[in-house]
């Protein structure tokens, strides 16, 4: 126990404690008390966008201005729960660094130079751009990446713009594309940004690298919380001591990059020693027959000398974890855009799992339930004369042109795009120039694998378009940067998200604006009206879409989802509760009879229903014909992960903080109290042999690049040899931002810019760094 | 079973943190700052987080520990308060400071075995956790439990065995209060599935 302690009073103290029988002061204080009951003066309903699992919550206003935050008990999705960003959610919208008008630039690219204008200047010059860009090379060179709530509202404004397929929400390619292409090869279905893992009713879980207590979403935490409470066994695996390690039964460094080397041991375990669930592979799969030979040569020992876990290690847990199967699970993780061969490791993840028979049943992956709701009423943007323009001239897909990915890995593309090589397109100006660009609410310097080459890219565009909150560092290089409200000051289109319980988040605001700033329809309105498209916004804002859609709703849904700030459909009572001495198997058996009954169901496996994949054979590809077909391995290999050119050369790995967001909530005052600066951890052997000690100022170098601020270096066996970690998200040089100016050193200059040649999305950890002392 | 014999109150409030359920995210700190406008400024916070670092039988461990005020029923923060300021409710046990009485000679935050006071500039007088009360007398929870994302922190009222607390304590195979040694006789309780933590 380390609480600080001070000894004077100690020996007073002790003899008062001895001395005095434990009392209640009778203490005529209790009528002093100047506490006075803590009431709100409004409560408004929301959902957060400090990230992007979106919890729903209440925002408590006293006079006048945003109090507290509080989580809506009545969600599934986080149970009145938030954590730490959510809860600091006032301090952005109280930011005084915020963007506050519209604001075109007058100095060069990248100097930050400005000059305020009105929204009607803004608009007109974003409309002339557009129209200049489209007159002069066509509406195809229109390029956007996006994310967050407002995308629907900032993606019509391209399709009305005539833009095509050159769009990306970094969501893919820097994060979920490799594992979701590696499950639609083998269920048919990508996982999504709500990941169907059922970890509350699991009772052994493997994570590979998915460090769930720091890149936290609120409930997926509170359910894996949850199973440490009903004592699930967790096995973690990742060559860095998380938070997550520290939760976990064993902890297993490894070296990083043979995490499918691991994985396919395991396989290869459960083949040999016959652990499989024979009824559900017979049942809902094919390929198993080609899979026995295939798994032959990933033993064990050989697993050991590239992981560096023991064989011994490896049989236990294949073993263990087959005896809870179904009601168990190897979590696929969540940015796994890492060493290039994701999406075959994906596949390895998602085969092992198929052995264990865990789809759609109690502690595996459940099956995600969604409400319908009506959309705005709005005229189709296909009858836009740019979209038809477009059309006409049936451009190629820039981004999709300079890979040779398999149609099958094209249709996930389709909807989510590839970042990374959209800013590649715009960088080589091929295979034609994308001469217009829209960064909604995602800041490409610091998501992408090497910034630097983001930066040459945008000196090709004639027009780059910001739309944020914060002047962060990409806003920089922007011609307009368009000021967005806070979701705290705004409406919303309603979202429905497809989960366990599915249910629907409602928006609206807490206070007015507190800067002259919009919403993302209002802006998107503006500059359509500008271009004489205004009738394809028939709304001015998000209130007139949210409306729209709410006035289509069936009454009583309606009237409850204006009451209560959300609807849902569940949890249903009879969830399983593990916890105690229950058998889980009568705690399972209860919950799915009573699933029976309730209006949606996710574990339709589980109840014996009849289901069907979306592949080509109906079932579950453990081989895959599709892949084949493609030359790619049609059943996971081994690659192994590249190596340093040069001596004391370290592998650039990195990770979140829990009190952080991605990029996005460097400047928050109270999330900066928890984590201001990051460092660079490293091995105390490798420290020793460049001669580093535990604090010391150092900068990574790669090339003729430097990391443009020193940081501290943290010297800890935490962190495996050979491979270097920094917390992402730092290294910021806005001086807007002033509250996180200067500080750490940023990973998206070190990264490398390879691409997983299967999925298309990035693979960051392949880069090598030197570290020196200043 | 009783630690000990407590003395009657009207209500007992009590928190008890699963301490295997903390994940260490910080969000019963934020949400205790944004709840109580603590002022800001790294070292002040009515509650934490401790992170602790150890090695066992040479295997890293590293153990999250939430701190509070223990609402102590023996409180030494208010028998060596000076000026009357640091109170103790007779109603319901929690302790309080009464800030234009507090006169910031700081005897209190040297006297809490758990460090759980700290001065506020602003107020010009020591502050320290109520255990929410002004969102109890309004039917809300603290606000730390209310956020609290691992569901490591509950509370409630010992004196009502139906409360949560009453059934974690019951339902507990190993329960430990910090620093019983110094007879503080807190009301604050860890539980935990694995060994007891201090």
Same mark, same amino acid.
């Given at each position: 126990m380390q609480i600080k302690r001070r000894t004077f009073l100690k020996g007073a103290l002790a003899g008062s404690a001895l001395l005095s029988l434990p009392l209640v002061f009778d203490s005529k204080a209790d009528a002093r008390e100047e506490l006075k009951p803590y009431k709100p003066d409004k409560v408004t309903f929301n959902f957060c966008e400090?990230?992007?699992?979106?919890c729903t919550e209440k925002v408590f206003v006293n006079d006048g201005k945003v109090r507290k935050l509080e989580g809506? /008990?009545?969600? &599934?999705?986080?149970?009145g729960k938030l954590c730490a960003k959510g809860q600091a959610g006032i301090k952005t919208l109280y /930011? /005084?660094?915020?963007?506050k008008t519209p604001l075109i630039r007058v100095? %060069?690219?990248?100097?930050?130079k400005w000059k305020k204008v009105s929204w009607e200047e803004a608009f007109e010059f974003a409309a002339k751009k557009f129209k200049e860009v489209i007159d002069k090379y =066509? &509406?195809?060179?229109i390029g956007l990446e996006m994310h967050g709530t407002g995308e629907p509202g900032i993606h019509r404004l391209f399709e009305v713009l005539g =833009?095509?397929?050159? !769009?990306?929400?970094?969501a893919y390619s820097q994060c979920t594309g490799s594992r979701d292409v590696g499950f639609y090869y083998t269920f048919g279905a990508a996982l999504g940004?709500? %990941?169907? !893992?059922d970890l509350s009713n699991s009772r052994y879980i493997i994570m590979l690298g998915r460090n769930e207590t720091e890149s936290l979403h609120v409930s997926e935490l509170y359910h894996f919380s949850k199973a440490i409470g009903n004592k699930a066994k967790i096995v973690y695996v990742d060559p860095r001591y998380t938070h997550t390690a520290a939760k976990a039964d064993k902890y297993l460094q490894i070296k990083p990059g043979t995490d499918a080397a691991f994985v396919l041991a395991l396989i290869n375990v459960m083949v040999t020693e016959d652990l499989i669930n024979h009824d559900f592979v017979d049942k809902y799969t094919t390929g198993y027959d080609k899979l026995k030979p295939h798994i032959a040569k990933y033993t064990p020992q050989w697993a050991q000398e590239q992981t560096g876990i023991k064989a011994e290690e490896i049989i236990q847990i294949a073993r263990e974890i087959s005896s809870f199967a179904p009601n168990c699970i190897i979590v696929p993780p969540?940015?796994?855009?890492?060493?290039?061969d994701d999406t075959q490791f994906a596949r390895a993840i998602a085969i092992a799992n198929v052995l264990l028979g865990n789809w759609f049943q109690p502690g595996g992956f459940f099956k995600p339930n969604k409400i319908k709701v009506p959309n705005a009423d709005m005229p189709d943007v296909e009858e836009s004369k740019y979209a038809q323009l477009a059309q006409q001239k049936n451009a190629a897909n820039a981004v999709l042109s300079l890979t040779n990915l398999p149609t099958t890995t094209q249709e996930i593309v389709g909807v989510l795009g590839l970042d990374n090589i959209l800013w590649e397109a715009i960088r080589t100006q091929?295979?034609?120039?994308?001469?217009a660009m829209i960064s909604y609410a995602t800041n490409p310097l610091f998501h992408t694998g090497d910034s630097n080459k983001v930066k040459e890219a945008i000196s090709k565009l004639d027009f780059y378009m910001v739309v944020d909150i914060l002047p962060w560092e990409h806003t920089l290089y922007a011609d307009i940067v368009f000021p967005e409200s806070t979701y705290l000051e705004m409406y919303a289109a309603l979202k429905s998200i497809g989960w366990k319980y599915p249910y629907v988040n409602f928006r609206e605001p807490a206070?007015?604006?507190?800067?002259?700033t919009r919403d993302i329809w209002a802006i998107a309105h503006g500059i359509a009206k500008h271009m004489g498209l205004g009738e394809f916004f028939p709304f001015s804002d998000a209130k007139g879409v949210l409306y729209s859609s709410l006035n289509q709703m069936p009454k009583d849904q309606r009237d409850k989802l204006l009451k209560d700030g959300v609807i849902s459909?569940?949890? +249903? &009572?009879?969830?399983?509760?593990?916890?105690?001495? +229950?058998d889980p198997k009568v705690a399972y058996q209860k919950m799915l009879d009573a699933y029976k009954k309730a209006?949606?169901?996710?574990?339709p496996i589980a109840l014996g229903e009849d289901v069907s994949f979306n592949t080509g054979s109906g079932k579950i590809d453990i081989y895959s014909d599709s892949l084949a077909g493609n030359s790619f391995d049609p059943l996971p290999n081994y690659t192994p992960p590249n190596k340093p050119k040069k001596q004391n050369e370290f592998r650039l790995i990195f990770g979140r903080v829990?009190?952080? $967001?991605?990029?996005?909530?460097?400047?928050?005052e109270w999330l900066l109290e928890h984590y201001d600066d990051n460092n660079v951890w490293i091995n105390p052997q490798d420290a020793k042999s460049i001669n580093i000690k535990d604090g010391d100022k150092v900068v990574l170098v790669k090339g003729n690049l430097k990391s443009l601020y020193p940081v501290k270096a943290k010297v800890t066996d935490k962190i495996i040899q050979g491979t270097v970690f920094i917390v992402h998200?730092?290294?910021? !040089?806005?001086?807007? $931002?002033?509250?996180?100016?200067?500080?750490g050193v940023s990973d998206a200059e070190f990264c490398?810019?390879? $691409?997983?040649?299967?999925?298309?999305?990035?693979?960051?950890?392949n880069s090598f760094v030197s570290i020196e002392k200043v | 079973m009783a630690l000990f014999e407590r003395p009657k109150k009207e209500k007992n409030y009590a928190m008890v943190i *699963?301490? @295997?359920?903390? *994940?260490? #995210?910080?969000a019963c700190e934020v949400a205790c700052k944004a709840m109580w406008e *603590?002022? @800001?400024?790294?070292?002040?916070?009515r509650t934490k987080v401790l992170d602790i670092d150890k090695v066992e039988n040479s295997e890293r461990k590293m153990i999250f520990m939430p701190i509070l005020?223990?609402?102590? @029923?023996?409180p030494p923060c208010v028998w060596v308060c000076p000026t009357g300021a640091s109170y103790k409710r007779k109603s319901d046990g929690i302790v309080l400071v009464t800030p234009n009485m #507090?006169?910031?000679?700081k005897a209190c935050m040297e006297a809490c075995p758990y460090d759980a006071r700290y001065y506020n500039e602003e107020l010009g007088a020591v502050d320290k956790c109520t255990f929410c009360l002004p969102r109890l007398e309004s039917g809300l929870e603290p606000a730390c439990v209310q956020t609290c994302v691992g569901g490591s922190r509950n509370f409630g009222d010992?004196? @009502?065995?139906?409360s949560v607390v009453s059934k974690l304590l019951k339902e507990a195979t190993n329960y430990w209060v910090l620093k019983p040694e110094d007879g503080t006789f807190p009301n604050d309780f860890y539980i935990s599935n694995s060994a007891k933590v201090e």
């Open positions: 400090m990230c992007f699992w979106n809506n /008990d009545k969600s &599934p999705l986080n149970f /930011d /005084d660094n915020r963007l100095g %060069e690219r990248g100097e930050g =066509g &509406p195809e060179t =833009g095509t397929t050159n !769009f990306a929400i970094p940004g709500h %990941e169907p !893992f969540r940015r796994s855009t890492r060493y290039g091929k295979p034609y120039p994308i001469k206070v007015d604006t507190i800067y002259d459909l569940g949890p +249903i &009572p009879e969830d399983a509760d593990l916890s105690g001495d +229950i209006p949606f169901n996710p574990y829990a009190v952080h $967001t991605h990029a996005r909530t460097q400047d928050n998200g730092w290294g910021r !040089f806005s001086p807007y $931002t002033t509250r996180c100016y200067e500080k490398s810019n390879d $691409t997983d040649p299967l999925s298309g999305a990035a693979a960051f950890l | *699963v301490q @295997d359920r903390c *994940v260490d #995210c910080k *603590v002022p @800001d400024g790294k070292l002040n916070y005020c223990n609402q102590c @029923d023996n #507090c006169i910031g000679c010992l004196n @009502d065995p139906n």
